[in-house]
């Protein structure tokens, strides 16, 4: 079964303008920590935000927040004021207890980003 | 500085063949990875190695061999190549295996082409 649903597979935004990129998981750990990486036209893989099951607060990394609801089980990516550069693959990811997943991550389908001027 | 690097960044050869990717990590990191992402962008868990032992060998055949020398490297073998095995792969590690410093950064990937 898919750990991570990204239901959002293209989205356009306007330069600007904040986006909210959507990503639900599913797991019955208590312990997981919640990624959201980056990957421009060029390839690499690039680490935004994380966020533990157990932070109280809500992650923030500059231009980039993460909406955690635990409850229903979502951590949205928030990118305000998006710039052209931001044009990208956005992907969600979890790691699941240790023992379980020793470290892997799982990752979502993405969500394609384009900024426009 | 580059953190994590992968050797080539391309590669492209024939069915058949036998190639190896290399990765090195200077973050001084305890865990690496080897990750598989296909032609639709879809990224998954191959292998992982914590302090150059295996952790995870995710049902990837065995033609795919992971050699981790010392902590800083992990190099990844493939043997008799196949069309299916065109992808780009990716190295990544962590300080950790699970923890609050279990970040996982990514090397540039390597686009491996089977003709």
């Known amino acids: 079964a898919q750990k991570i649903t990204q239901t959002q597979p293209g989205m356009f935004v306007q330069e600007k303008e904040a986006v909210t990129l959507d990503c639900t998981y599913d797991t019955s750990d208590p312990s997981y920590g919640l990624f959201w990486y980056k990957q421009p036209s060029s390839g690499e893989m690039i680490f935004l935000i994380y966020?533990?099951?157990?932070?109280?607060q809500n992650a923030t990394e500059g231009r980039y927040s993460l909406n955690f609801q635990k409850a229903r089980k979502s951590a949205n990516l928030v990118i305000s004021a998006s710039q052209l550069g931001d044009s990208a693959m956005y992907f969600c990811a979890m790691r699941e207890l240790p023992t379980d997943s020793w470290g892997k991550l799982q990752f979502g389908a993405g969500t394609q980003v384009v900024v426009t001027p | 500085d580059t953190a994590v690097s992968q050797t080539p960044k391309y590669l492209v050869t024939q069915m058949g063949n036998d190639k190896s990717i290399k990765c090195e990590q200077n973050l001084g990191h305890d865990t690496m990875y080897w990750y598989k992402q296909d032609s639709k962008k879809f990224l998954k868990i191959m292998f992982s190695?914590?302090?150059?032992?295996?952790?995870i060998n995710e049902t990837v055949p065995n033609r795919f061999s992971p050699k981790s020398p010392d902590k800083a490297h992990l190099n990844l073998h493939i043997n008799s190549l196949e069309l299916g095995d065109s992808a780009v792969y990716f190295c990544?590690?962590?300080?950790?295996?699970?923890?609050?410093?279990?970040?996982?950064?990514f090397g540039p990937g390597t686009r491996l082409t089977v003709l």
């Open positions: 966020q533990g099951s157990y932070d109280q």
């Open positions: 990544a590690s962590s300080q950790e295996l699970a923890g609050s410093t279990d970040t996982q950064y």
């Open positions: 190695y914590n302090n150059k032992e295996l952790i």
